[in-house]
C-alpha cells in the first residue's frame, strides 16, 4: 500500500519541496499537492515516478515507517 507519510519523510530527508519533487519527477506538482494534501491515490507508474525522483526504491514508498 503507498505510504503518503513515507513520501513526506522522503521529501523531508532531502530537504526537497513538492515543486522540487516535480521537476525531478515528471509527476505535476497539481498531482503530487493533491497526494500529500487531499489523499488522492497515486498509480503505480506515478509511485515509480516519484520513488525516481526521490532516488530511491519503489518500496520505499509502498511501506509503512
Known amino acids: ?8 519523510l522522503l521529501l523531508a530527508k532531502k530537504c526537497l519541496t513538492a ?3 516535480s521537476l525531478r519527477s515528471g509527476v505535476s506538482a497539481v498531482a503530487i499537492g493533491n497526494i500529500l494534501n487531499h489523499g488522492r ?7 515509480g515516478r516519484l520513488a525516481k525522483g ?3 526504491d519503489v518500496t520505499e514508498l509502498l511501506t509503512e515507517g
Do not use: E, N, Q
Open 1 to 8: 500500500m503507498f505510504s503518503v507519510k513515507k513520501l513526506r
Open 19 to 21: 515543486k522540487d519533487l
Open 41 to 47: 491515490k497515486p498509480k503505480l507508474a506515478t509511485i
Open 54 to 56: 526521490l532516488g530511491v
